[in-house]
């Protein structure tokens, strides 16, 4: 089955850290450039980082540049979003996504 299951998220304090991973399945994820996205509450959808098929380029978006880092492992076929000093902005359902396909999401929550 071609999927992308996302885990890692919960609860944290401002100024933490959580690291998000995406497994990949049903598909060789080394073919692809893969990106998270993120939905605040009652916002639209928003892109945050993309990496390449080989992963020598990342890309941010102004928001998290600095803070969070996109990496993968194509050995594990699994894309990571380490994300550190969060903020409550930062609060959001955070999807996994490769051209044509979606992950469920998983719920961060940034508050004191």
């Known amino acids: 089955q071609v999927q992308l299951v996302e885990s890692g998220g919960g609860l944290v304090q401002p100024g933490g850290s959580l690291r998000l991973s995406c497994a990949a399945s049903g598909f060789t994820a080394s073919s692809y450039f893969m990106h998270w996205y993120r939905q605040p509450p009652g916002k639209e959808r928003e892109w945050v980082a993309s990496?390449?098929?080989?992963?020598?380029?990342?890309t941010y978006a102004d928001s998290v540049k600095g803070r969070f880092t996109i990496s993968r492992d194509n050995a594990k076929n699994t894309v990571y979003l380490q994300m550190n000093s969060l903020k409550p902005e930062d609060t959001a359902v955070y999807y996994c996504q490769r051209v044509g396909l979606w992950g469920q999401g998983t719920q961060v929550t940034v508050s004191s």
């Open positions: 990496i390449s098929d080989v992963g020598r380029r990342t």
